[in-house]
C-alpha cells in the first residue's frame, strides 16, 4: 500500500467508479502514473493543459486493499 494524499485516493475511486476521464496533468497525477496506478491514454487538450488517464490494475488493487470491492465497482445509472 502507498502514501498517498487524500486528494489522490480520491482520483482513483473517481477513476475506477467512472472510467478513464481529463485532469490537468499535475504532480498529483505524475506520482499515480509513476507507481503504476494510473496509466495515461494518449488523448490529451493541449490549450487546458490536461491529459486522459484510466486506472490500471494496480491502482484498482490499491483501493481494493483500503477500502473493499466495493470502492471499485462502477457507478450505474
Known sequence: MHKLPPASLYRL????????????????????EVLGLVAATGRTVPERDSA???????????????YGPASIKPVTT
Open 13 to 32: 475511486q473517481i477513476l475506477a467508479q467512472t472510467g478513464a476521464r481529463f485532469y490537468q496533468v499535475s504532480v498529483y497525477m505524475r506520482r499515480l
Open 52 to 66: 486522459e488517464y484510466e486506472i490500471t490494475d494496480a491502482g484498482r488493487a490499491e483501493l481494493e486493499e483500503r
